[in-house]
């Protein structure tokens, strides 16, 4: 039975948000302080930050707790519980008084996450949030390249600050094909063998690809210039013998999973499945409609390849 | 200490020995922030006249008026010394009212030149239109001054107790004779404030982002400034390559405390990048993160700008400020120990200061709620009482004419309203219409085109304004608005063109119509002709419903032709 919880098979980080539930904040801080990689650090921040009502207990810990730990939580769950109230509807559905608690959502955030980078300026997962704020705060595109400039000169090649920054250069967020491309191109070729850093270059394709139509979406997958970069970034990650990836392996596998998929290549997708499990991963299986019934379908036609 | 205290007919002075040239100064303690809006320039324009005394027609620039202080400074031999600083307190005695109209024009002159500083809207929308905010306005009093408002001024502000004398030179001239009325010495005007709360943002209409804290003054506060813009200029020039000017200022303010102005422009397209840059710098000062090799730096800067023989006479102008405002002179040598002794804590210090009290102008666009920068107030707290009248072009706006202040009024809208007692100026334009900038600097327009105010309720209002209402020379007349133009003052050409194009394209047409139409009646007249000739049946037209037809066809051809030219003829004026 496919499950999209991202804890995955890490008992670990369900004891986390186990942790968050009780209010224990001994035990998160226990547990942050055994973390020693940043993408692990966010990837277990946002678990937190997924965790419902937790805002009051963050902000009261935010309070008396010295150091920027409960602070960043805080910020990141204060993004979260601002999407909440805008509840993932359409812009046009969405009441005033909805976006206003939305955008004042957001704007605390980014006032705690502020203080945390000046304090803190390598802190990764502060600066990811900031890069998501600056989309939500229409901050503008330079300024999203800022921040992720900012936080790379002390955490370089951090693919989650990538996939922001990807969405930030989508069509959609005022960026362009061309720009989000490039920049896809450019994390993927200076980043190091064996990491996520190719991540960025798949998603900047799922991006442009299911932007269009049915059929444009089957000739884009069909274009040897798309497949090619595609193996390429496999071969500098996941095929890579120094691939190490912590808490997104598995996103690095179902991404190269559904990349195969509409590629056609079943055959090349089936490596990753069998990587996957039962684990999804990454919304963008969500774009061809429910996430479970298009992981199914793309694992049953790999597995008989 | 390298300069002293001593008197000179009475007045303050301070004198620095040195072997060079001669430099001397007689500094008042009067400057913009003494002035009202209505009055603004009066300074300036006393100043002016003061120049033109007797014997000191080669002295125009040596003047300046500046915020709390306005200084007659000179170099040269002390013969030189002597008689300019004796004219100018002869001068301030018996002004040169004969140049009055001539220095009004000057200053006119001088004022259409002037290029406005980009840091220029911080004072307007921290202190309003008065006090230190009047440094924001043109000298919008100078068409209405007059000689005795003049002498008032001059009596009042440029006394004895007022003023201090700084010289630097060889001695004390024995034959200076500072004639100078006796007053007192004037205090420097308490701060006004049209902001709510700080730290605030405001919009302003370029890409640049501008910057202002106020902290209290001291070595601190003038290092940090040099601090932020260490900062500022590394981050957002050299790091980011986004600006190409990056810098700060520290100017004391005269009662104790000093501003740190900051600024930094925006390569095209880049000011998000720019503002976030700049929010970003602000928020390290706060955590004070400030490297101690950056401290050092500017310390060393700070201290080689101390040295030398030349720094004592240099800060003489600044010595007589500070005598005049009440402030402790402090010897070169204690400053420079207590820069030496600057800690990064010392500096931190002063950065909340500063942050707190901080003023941000965003680029044209954006907004600093996000980076904890409340709204500036751009309307008032409470409308005015009185009578609406709806605006003939926009009808849900109102104009609130009420017996203590005026309004503007609009359906979901803040309201702004300008109290009577609460109005810094009103522009009269011959024409009917006012424009009034209340302290807080918000702005009413009153255009009689536009609203349905009756004249004795103008009438009514310029009276209770009558104290700050400065005439204007008429406007031209595409700026008056009219309540049928969607744009009062839009290009006036492209209209006429329009009009013009229009009249010719008639002109013609008729022409066309006029001479067709006469054709036509020939075909009809030759076809009639034809059908009246039945004497030869073999090439006659027979006469039947078809001929008659076209005959009749014709003749209302050219009929309709000609009704049209005519009416193209008399319409080709109309618009």
Request: glycine residues 10%.
């Amino acid at each position: 039975m496919i499950d999209f919880d991202p804890a995955g098979p890490h008992e670990e980080l369900r004891e986390l948000r186990r942790a968050v539930t009780r209010q224990d904040w001994p035990a998160i801080a226990g547990f942050f302080g055994r973390i020693s990689d940043p993408s692990d650090h966010e990837f277990a921040a946002r678990l937190v930050a997924d965790v419902a009502g937790s805002e009051g207990f963050l902000g009261e810990v935010a309070e008396r707790e010295p150091g920027t730990l409960a602070r960043t939580l805080l910020g990141t769950r204060l993004i979260s519980a601002g999407w909440d109230v805008r509840t993932a509807a359409r812009a046009k559905n969405v009441s005033r008084s909805q976006f206003e608690a939305f955008h004042e959502h957001l704007r605390r955030a980014e006032r705690v996450l502020i203080e945390v980078t000046a304090e803190e300026p390598a802190n990764a997962t502060a600066w990811v949030a900031r890069i998501k704020l600056n989309r939500g705060l229409q901050l503008g595109q330079n300024e999203a390249r800022r921040r992720y400039d900012r936080l790379s000169r002390h955490v370089p090649h951090l693919y989650i600050a990538q996939a922001n920054v990807v969405q930030q250069f989508c069509p959609k967020w005022s960026g362009s094909a061309e720009k989000v491309h490039a920049f896809g191109l450019e994390c993927m070729r200076s980043g190091p063998d064996g990491s996520l850093a190719s991540l960025a270059l798949l998603e900047a394709h799922f991006e442009l690809a299911f932007d269009l139509g049915r059929a444009e979406r089957e000739q884009y997958w069909r274009r040897p210039d798309v497949r090619a970069e595609i193996e390429e970034a496999a071969n500098r990650s996941v095929r890579h013998p120094a691939f190490r990836a912590g808490y997104r392996a598995l996103t690095a596998h179902n991404h190269f999973a559904l990349a195969f998929s509409q590629l056609g290549d079943h055959a090349a997708a089936r490596p990753h499945f069998m990587a996957i499990g039962n684990h999804g991963s990454g919304f963008f299986w969500g774009y061809l409609g429910d996430e479970v019934a298009a992981f199914n379908a793309a694992r049953a036609k790999a597995i008989k390849a | 200490m390298s300069f002293i205290q001593t008197e000179v007919d009475g007045v303050s002075t301070l004198f620095a020995e040195q072997s060079g040239p001669m430099i001397a100064g007689l500094t008042f303690r009067v400057g913009q922030a003494d002035e009202t809006l209505a009055g603004r320039g009066i300074t300036h324009l006393l100043e002016h006249l003061v120049l033109h005394g007797h014997g000191l027609t080669d002295y125009h620039y040596n003047g300046a008026t500046g915020v709390v202080i306005t200084m007659f400074h000179l170099q040269g031999g002390e013969d030189d010394i002597v008689a300019f600083l004796n004219g100018v307190c002869d001068s301030l005695r018996d002004l040169p009212m004969h140049r009055l109209e001539t220095e009004r024009q000057v200053l006119r002159a001088e004022e259409g030149g002037r290029r406005g500083g980009p840091a220029d809207l911080l004072a307007l929308w921290r202190y309003g239109a008065r006090g230190y905010g009047l440094t924001a306005y043109e000298e919008l009093g100078v068409p209405r001054l007059t000689g005795e408002d003049l002498q008032r001024w001059a009596q009042f502000w440029f006394n004895r107790q007022n003023a201090v004398l700084w010289l630097a030179g060889e001695r004390i001239p024995p034959a200076l004779k500072l004639a100078l009325p006796e007053g007192a010495r004037r205090p420097v005007p308490e701060p006004t404030s049209a902001l709510r709360g700080t730290p605030a943002f405001f919009r302003g209409n370029g890409s640049h982002v501008a910057y202002e804290g106020i902290v209290r003054r001291s070595v601190a506060g003038s290092a940090l400034s040099g601090l932020l813009e260490r900062e500022l200029y590394r981050s957002l020039r050299q790091e980011d390559g986004n600006s190409y000017t990056a810098a700060a200022t520290y100017e004391p303010r005269g009662d104790g405390y000093a501003s740190i102005t900051a600024l930094a422009d925006a390569v095209p397209d880049k000011e998000d990048a720019v503002l976030g840059g700049f929010v970003d710098v602000l928020a390290k000062l706060r955590a004070g993160r400030i490297d101690p090799a950056d401290l050092q730096a500017v310390k060393a800067k700070a201290d080689d700008a101390m040295r030398g023989p030349m720094v004592d006479v240099g800060r003489l102008p600044s010595l007589a400020m500070d005598l005049l405002t009440g402030f402790p002179l402090w010897p070169t040598e204690d400053i420079r120990a207590e820069m030496q002794a600057l800690t990064v804590a010392d500096v931190h210090a002063a950065a909340l200061d500063m942050l707190a009290t901080g003023l941000l102008q965003v680029p044209s666009g954006h907004d600093a709620l996000w980076a904890g920068f409340e709204a500036a107030p751009v309307a008032s707290e409470r409308q005015v009482e009185g009578q609406r009248y709806p605006n003939r072009r926009e009808g849900k706006l109102k104009l609130v004419v009420g017996p203590h202040g005026v309004g503007l009024e609009q359906d979901g809208c803040p309201p702004v309203a300008i109290g009577f007692h609460e109005c810094a100026i009103s522009l009269a334009y011959p024409d009917g219409g006012r424009q009034l900038i209340g302290h807080d600097s918000l702005t009413i327009r009153i255009e009689p085109t536009l609203y349905a105010v009756p004249p004795h309720e103008l009438a009514r209002i310029d009276a209770a304004l009558a104290a700050v209402t400065v005439p204007q020379p008429p406007r031209d007349p595409r700026q008056i608005p009219r309540p049928d133009a969607p744009a009062p003052a839009g290009a006036p050409a492209p209209a006429s063109a329009a009009g013009s194009g229009g009249r010719t394209g008639r002109l013609v047409g008729a022409v066309i119509a006029l001479v067709l139409s006469v054709v036509v009646l020939c075909c009809g007249g030759l076809w009639t002709l034809v059908l009246n000739d039945q004497s030869d049946p073999d090439s006659s037209v027979p006469i039947d419903a078809y001929s008659i037809g076209i005959n009749v066809f014709i003749y209302a051809l050219a009929v309709g032709l000609g009704v049209f030219g005519a009416v193209l003829l008399r319409r080709r004026n109309r618009k």
